[in-house]
C-alpha cells in the first residue's frame, strides 16, 4: 500500500464559523493553506441554515484564491445533516469533511449518498477522527481509502471530543493523547492519506501553540486545525522545512546523483551517514520548501 501522501501544503488548515459573514470575507485574504467552513460545532441550531447559505455562497463565489475550501457538515442523522450534504455537493468544494467517522461503514454511507446525488468527483472526503469508536477502528477507517468510491482523502483529529469521551486531560505534551495520535498517524500513512492535528484552544498562547504546531509536525503529521487567526504563523512556520534542512536535502540529493557514488547504498556528508532508501524525505523537504516559496508564506 501507499506510504506518502500528496504534497499540497496543509500547514495551517483553519475553521471559519459559517454563521460569521465577517470572518468569511476575512479568511480570503489571511495566509492559510486551507479552511474549513464549519457547519457544525462552530454553529448553534438557530443558526444552521443562515450558515449553510453564507457557506455555500463563499465556496461558490471564486474570491478565496488557491485556498483549499472544505465544508464540515453536520452529521447524517441530525436535522441538518442531509441539507448540508445537499447543499455543499452543490456549491462544489474541495472536500467535504463528516464528523464523527466511528466506523468505515459510516464512510461507506456516505459513498452512496454521493453517488445518489450524483455529486462532481471532484469533491473528496475529509473524516474527523475524534471518538473512542474512531480510535478503535483507525485501522479499517482509513482502508477504506482502497476503494475510490469513498473518495477519502485526509483524516482530521478531534483532540477536544477525544478528550470529552475518555475524560483524558489536554496537557501540555499531551502525553494522554499520544498513542491515539500515533496510531491514527500510522493509519493514515500505511495507505496514503493525510492525517492534520487537533486544534490548540488557547487563542492567547501564541507560543503554546508554536509547541504544539512543532510536536505535531515531529510526529510526522501533515499540519494542523487551527481556530483563530493568530495561529497561523506558529502553524505555517513550524510544518515548513527550515532551510538548514533544505540546504541538507539539496546535498544528499546531489551527492547521490554523482557519478562515484551511483551504486552507493549509503554515503557519509558532513559527519552523517545517509542511506539512498531515504532520499524520498530529502526530496520532500526540497519540494516542500519550493512550494512554499511560490506561495509567498
Same mark, same amino acid.
Given at each position: 500500500?501507499?506510504? $506518502? ?13 459559517? @454563521? ?8 480570503? @485574504? ?17 443558526e444552521k441554515e443562515i450558515a449553510r ?18 465544508? =464540515? ?28 467517522? @466511528? ?6 454511507? /456516505?459513498?452512496?449518498?454521493?453517488? @445518489? ?17 474512531? /480510535? ?14 469513498? =473518495? ?55 507560543? #503554546? ?20 487567526? $493568530? ?12 532551510d538548514e534542512e533544505v540546504r541538507r ?21 558532513? #559527519? ?26
Amino acid at each position: 500500500m501507499a506510504t $506518502t501522501t500528496d504534497l499540497r501544503l496543509r500547514r495551517s488548515v483553519l475553521y471559519m464559523p459559517g @454563521s460569521n459573514q465577517r470572518a468569511l470575507d476575512k479568511a480570503k @485574504s489571511l495566509p492559510v493553506d486551507s479552511i474549513i467552513l464549519d457547519l457544525e460545532d462552530a454553529v448553534g441550531p438557530e443558526e444552521k441554515e443562515i450558515a449553510r447559505e453564507q457557506v455555500c455562497a463563499a465556496v461558490k463565489s471564486g474570491a478565496y484564491g488557491d485556498r483549499e475550501l472544505i465544508i =464540515r457538515v453536520n452529521a447524517p442523522q441530525t436535522p441538518w445533516g442531509e441539507a448540508d450534504l445537499h447543499a455543499a455537493i452543490e456549491a462544489k468544494p474541495d472536500a467535504i469533511l463528516m464528523p464523527k467517522v @466511528s466506523s468505515p461503514a459510516v464512510l461507506e454511507s /456516505i459513498a452512496d449518498r454521493l453517488e @445518489s446525488l450524483d455529486a462532481p468527483e471532484g469533491i473528496a472526503i475529509w473524516a474527523m477522527i475524534e471518538t473512542p469508536a474512531s /480510535i478503535l477502528n483507525i485501522q479499517e477507517i482509513a482502508r477504506a481509502k482502497r476503494d475510490p468510491r469513498n =473518495r477519502l482523502t485526509c483524516l482530521v483529529l478531534g483532540t477536544n471530543d477525544l478528550a470529552k469521551d475518555t475524560w483524558a486531560k489536554i496537557v501540555p505534551g499531551r502525553v494522554p493523547m499520544l498513542p491515539w495520535m500515533m496510531m491514527a498517524l500510522a493509519a493514515a500513512r500505511a495507505e496514503g492519506l493525510a492525517i492534520l492535528d487537533g486544534v490548540y484552544n488557547d487563542i492567547a498562547d501564541t507560543e #503554546g501553540c508554536r509547541d504544539e504546531c512543532r510536536q505535531a509536525r515531529d510526529l510526522g503529521f501533515d499540519g494542523k486545525t487551527l481556530i483563530h487567526p $493568530t495561529q497561523l504563523e506558529p502553524a505555517n512556520t513550524s510544518f515548513a522545512p527550515t532551510d538548514e534542512e533544505v540546504r541538507r536535502a539539496k546535498l544528499v540529493i546531489e551527492a547521490f546523483e554523482r557519478p562515484e557514488y551511483a551504486k552507493r547504498g549509503a554515503i557519509k556528508l558532513e #559527519g552523517r551517514l545517509y542511506e539512498r532508501q531515504h532520499l524520498g524525505v530529502n526530496r520532500r523537504a526540497v519540494t516542500w520548501a519550493e512550494a512554499i516559496k511560490a506561495k509567498g508564506f
